[in-house]
Antibody, heavy 122, light 108 residues
Framework: QVQLVESGGGVVQPGGSLRLSCAAS????????MHWVRQSPGKGLEWVAL????????HYADSVKGRFTISRDNSKNTLYLEMNSLRADDTAVYYC???????????????WGQGIQVTVSS | EIELTQSPATLSLSPGERATLSCRAS??????LAWYQQKPGQAPRLLIY???DRAPGIPARFSGSGSGTDFTLTISSLEPEDFAVYYC??????????FGPGTKVEIK
């Protein structure tokens, strides 16, 4: 079955950096576009970034553009999110998520990881 | 950026009742709208995509409608497991996707 397992979260000071990883299994990872979505404490969902299945295109939310970088290693079935210049308002649970269709970008997410906490605090 | 608003913020209903949730976009998203359900401590679950298509495994009591700027999620008869928060999401262009603020369906 499809599994997405995030790792790399934790507590970091404002201005610091963190790299999240997402290990994918149970499906052909290289066939699917992938997303990061976050949820601040007690708040709603915010789409963060996506990367096309071939890794050729990326898109970012305005709130993270220039600070976060999404990437993937299809040989390792792993998705990454490099987060720099972190701010308090980046504090959230970060979800790795799979786009709904293979060899396409629908923008809809059908599988989600369990989420990983990132806390930005001094 | 396209903004989504959802109403009501909270819906208090009893099991067996019909739930009608609304999502409005700040500009047309055609039919590029999805609905997700989220329960406490869990990741969201895709219910509906392209405004009215049910995702695999989603019960028929969930239905979606609408196009352009106004969309509706209907739960025909609430089951105990349906009490949760529901989010709409648009993907009409790739300047980015956005989610609505959510509607909480709670037990009356």
């Amino acid at each position: 079955q499809v599994q997405l397992v995030e790792s790399g979260g934790g507590v970091v000071q404002p201005g610091g950096s963190l790299r999240l990883s997402c290990a994918a299994s149970g499906f052909s990872f290289s066939y699917f576009s992938m997303h990061w979505v976050r949820q601040s404490p007690g708040k709603g969902l915010e789409w963060v970034a996506l990367i096309w299945y071939g890794g050729t295109k990326e898109h970012y939310a305005d709130s993270v553009k220039g600070r976060f970088t999404i990437s993937r290693d299809n040989s390792k079935n792993t998705l990454y999110l490099e987060m720099n210049s972190l701010r308090a308002d980046d504090t959230a649970v970060y979800y790795c998520a799979r786009d709904r269709e293979n060899f396409d970008l629908t923008g809809y997410v059908d599988y989600w990881g369990q989420g990983i906490q990132v806390t930005v605090s001094s | 950026e396209i903004e989504l608003t959802q109403s009501p913020a909270t819906l208090s209903l009893s099991p067996g009742e019909r739930a009608t949730l609304s999502c409005r976009a700040s500009q047309s998203v055609n039919r590029y709208l999805a609905w997700y359900q989220q329960k406490p401590g869990q990741a969201p679950r895709l219910l509906i995509y392209d405004a009215s298509d049910r995702a695999p495994g989603i019960p028929a009591r969930f239905s979606g409608s609408g196009s352009g700027t106004d969309f509706t999620l209907t739960i025909s008869s609430l089951e105990p497991e349906d009490f949760a928060v529901y989010y709409c999401q648009q993907r009409s262009n790739w300047r980015g996707a956005t989610f609505g603020p959510g509607t909480k369906v709670e037990i009356k």
